[in-house]
C-alpha cells in the first residue's frame, strides 16, 4: 500500500476523533459540581467608640490682692491706734502715747489685711472633660465554607455569597467566583 495513503487516513481518524470529542463535549451541556454544605463564616470584630464626658467641679482659689503691699490696712491702723493712744495720758505722756499707738495700730492693721488677704477664698464652678473610649464586639459575616463533590472527590472552598445546591463546571474545572453575579446557581 502507499504510504501516502496510509498516512492520510490515520491523520483522517485522528482529526475526526477530535473534533468528535470537541462535539461531544459542547452539546453535553452545562456540567455541575454537588453543593454539599454551606456553613455561614462569621467573624467577630471589636469597635470602639471614642466619646468625650464632662462634669462641672467646684474650685477654690484666693481672690486676687488689690493691695500687695497693705498700705490702707497699715494706714488705717496707724489712725485707729493714734486715736486711741491720744486718749491716754496729757501733755508730753499723751505724744508718746499717740505716737506709740500709731505704731502698734499700722503694726496691726498690717497684720489684719495680712490675714484677710490670705483667707479670702471664693469658689468657681469649671467644666472638665476628657475622651473616653467605648469598646464593643460585634459579629458580622465573612462568607462561607462551601464544601462540593466533583469526580467524586469532596473539597472545601470559601466565597463570598451561598452558592445554592451546585457549582458551575467550566473547562474541567468548578467555578467558585461568579463573574458580576450574586445568584445561586441551581440545577436544571
Not at 37 to 44: G, S
Not at 59 to 81: E, F, L, Q, Y
Not at 163 to 173: F, H, I, S
Request: charged share 20%; hydrophobic share 35%; aromatic share 4%.
Amino acid at each position: 500500500m502507499n504510504n501516502k495513503i496510509i498516512i492520510g487516513a490515520v491523520a483522517a481518524v485522528l482529526i475526526g476523533g477530535v473534533a468528535v470529542a470537541a462535539y461531544q463535549r459542547s452539546n453535553s451541556g452545562p456540567q455541575f459540581a454537588e453543593v454539599v454544605r454551606v456553613e455561614p463564616v462569621v467573624e467577630t470584630e471589636t469597635v470602639e467608640t471614642p466619646r468625650e464626658v464632662c462634669e462641672d467641679r467646684v474650685v477654690s482659689h484666693r481672690k486676687p490682692v488689690r493691695d500687695p503691699n497693705k498700705i490702707g490696712g497699715t494706714v488705717a491702723g496707724a489712725v485707729v491706734g493714734g486715736l486711741l493712744g491720744n486718749q491716754v495720758g496729757g501733755g508730753s505722756g499723751r505724744k508718746i502715747a499717740t505716737a506709740a499707738g500709731a505704731v502698734g495700730g499700722a503694726f496691726a492693721g498690717r497684720k489684719v489685711q495680712e490675714n484677710y488677704q490670705e483667707n479670702n477664698i471664693v469658689q468657681s464652678t469649671q467644666r472638665e472633660c476628657h475622651t473616653v473610649t467605648d469598646t464593643s464586639t460585634r459579629e458580622r459575616q465573612a462568607g462561607y465554607e462551601v464544601t462540593y463533590r466533583w469526580n467524586d472527590e469532596v473539597r472545601t472552598v470559601r466565597m463570598d455569597r451561598d452558592p445554592g445546591v451546585a457549582l458551575p463546571v467550566v473547562d474541567g474545572a468548578v467555578v467558585t467566583q461568579a463573574e458580576g453575579s450574586s445568584q445561586p446557581v441551581s440545577r436544571q
